[in-house]
């Protein structure tokens, strides 16, 4: 099974404002970089007037949710040494086939809106990754009083709050 490690473009410094404007008075306390476990799919998918766009996918291999991601960019060798897996869990896990599967109806429904009903169809896998390793940060943060666990995605800066 082949695998990546996506470079990380969201840095711990960035993750922290990211919560601060939208939480003035939040105090972080630890950031660490942790990489999830996803199945990666290329594909190319039908559009309209006869187009062809490539489309990269992931898919959670904790959760199963599928999404759609921007191109891959791979980390510099280098920046191995702080690579943190994410064990797993051994809940709700799905195996590899399911992965592509989900990859696959996600486009399909996604290339469905955008067209309506001229849309003829057409999703063509061009390359898969076995394991694909996603940065997200895990920030520990104080705020009145309260602690708090937060996930801020290391690629695009999404977040949400895993504890508190």
Do not use: C
């Not at 007037?49 to 291999?61: E, K, N």
């Amino acid at each position: 099974m082949n695998e990546l490690v996506l470079r990380t473009i969201v840095d711990a410094q960035y993750a922290e404002s990211i919560l601060q404007a939208k939480a003035p008075g939040m105090k972080v306390i630890s950031a660490t970089q942790r990489h999830h476990p996803f199945a990666g799919f290329v594909f190319d998918v039908s559009q309209l007037a006869g187009r062809v766009g490539r489309t990269h996918t992931l898919v959670d291999y904790f959760s199963g949710k599928a999404f759609i991601s921007g191109p891959w960019q791979a980390a510099d060798p280098s920046d191995s040494i702080g690579f943190k897996p994410v064990l797993d869990p051994q809940w709700n896990t799905i195996d590899f086939d399911s992965a592509r599967q989900k990859a696959k109806a996600l486009l399909a429904t996604a290339a469905l809106r955008r067209a309506r009903l001229a849309w003829k169809g057409g999703v063509r896998e061009q390359r898969s990754v076995g394991k694909v390793w996603k940065p997200n940060w895990v920030l520990e943060a104080q705020l009145d009083g309260k602690s708090y666990r937060i996930m801020v995605d290391g690629l695009n800066g999404g977040y949400f709050f895993i504890g508190s």
